[in-house]
């Protein structure tokens, strides 16, 4: 049994369709039917049930499946450390991330990540979380940024950081203070994504749970187009702190939302035998370090008070986190 069996039989496992993985292998149908049978003809053993409805394992499969994941995950281990032992950081890596992020601080956070690891190319694909998961699944992304709300059981998470949502209304509208209320958006127009976006759905059950309704006149799911329109007097919208441009000319004024106060939890979602590479791990420390230094300088939501996940799963890529650099925001 080698390693390219123990792939495609995980992966077979996992999606319970020849179809979807070979997608996910990104090989055709007949090659994954032929590895499943040859490795079942090799030890006269059946592993899966073929239905009309799918591909289902049986329960010696069931048994061997987390061997296969620990095979594969100690075969990338050592990948990483034959990589690792070069001293030199290079190749490429593909993440996900949602919108609210892409629009906000990724530039900053790319351009600064590029000029510690110029030897290092990120490729960034922008979706929803639920899209950002199906890719991760059928490998199109090494990992994914997203809204922990209630993750794929088939995928391990890692968090990075908790952040409030803000009100974000332009330079010319006039409200006194920093902070704001629930209750008081009535004085304003609304905008906001639709209930597409996680967002949109946080905050509304937030604000639910408060009693306090949510007028919406506005739907745009452009986070840029959004933040054109808050700068219209009159106009707001609730959107992640990360997510709102800062530091430049023009920019937004940012409000700090209570009764009810929103918080987000930002994960990196990763397959359990395919963990982030040495360089992957680098550009996952780089986004949380970055993220929290910002927060920390908004003075929105302290270090030392963010939530933690209930039955948080185990950091899956730890020993492959190699010694990091101090890094500096400006």
């Keep these: 049994m080698d390693l390219r069996q123990i792939q495609y039989f995980v992966a077979l496992y996992e999606e319970n369709s020849i179809t979807k993985a070979a997608r996910r292998l990104h090989v055709v149908q007949p090659a994954v039917s032929m590895q499943i049978r040859r490795l079942e003809a090799d030890y006269g053993v059946t592993l899966f049930e073929r239905t009309s409805h799918g591909v289902y394992p049986n329960t010696f499969a069931r048994a061997l499946y987390p061997l296969c994941l620990e095979t594969l995950l100690n075969a990338e281990r050592v990948r990483a450390m034959l990589r690792e032992a070069s001293g030199q950081y290079s190749g490429g890596l593909t993440v996900g991330v949602p919108p609210s992020l892409a629009v906000g601080c990724l530039a900053q956070i790319l351009v600064s990540f590029h000029n510690t ?11 929803y979380s639920a899209n950002l998961l199906d890719w991760l699944i059928q490998g199109d992304v090494d990992f994914a940024v997203v809204n922990f709300v209630d993750g794929d059981q088939r995928l391990q998470y890692r968090k990075l950081v908790s952040e409030e949502l803000v009100v974000v209304i332009g330079q010319q509208t006039d409200w006194p203070g920093s902070t704001i209320r ?3 958006l009535a004085a304003f127009k609304l905008v906001m994504p639709s209930p597409r976006h996680s967002v949109r759905t946080m905050a509304e059950a937030h604000f639910g749970q408060a009693g306090v309704s949510l007028d919406v006149v ?4 452009s986070l840029t187009a959004v933040c054109n329109v808050v700068q219209q007097p009159g106009w707001a919208s609730i959107l992640p702190f990360s997510a709102v441009p800062t530091g430049v000319p023009g920019a937004p004024r940012i409000l700090r939302l209570v009764d009810p106060s929103v918080t987000r939890s930002l994960t990196v979602a990763c397959q359990p035998h395919r963990p982030p590479s040495p360089a992957g791990a680098l550009f996952i420390e780089h986004l949380s370090t970055t993220l929290r230094t910002l927060l920390a ?16 799963p185990t950091d899956v890529w730890d020993g492959l986190r190699p010694p990091l650099p101090k890094i500096s925001v400006s």
């Design 182 to 184: 629930g209750a008081d």
């Design 218 to 221: 506005m739907e745009i799911d």
């Design 297 to 312: 300088a908004s003075a929105l939501t302290p270090i030392d008070e963010m939530p933690d996940f209930a039955s948080e």
């Design 117 to 127: 690891y110029p030897g290092l190319q990120v490729r960034v694909v922008e979706g």
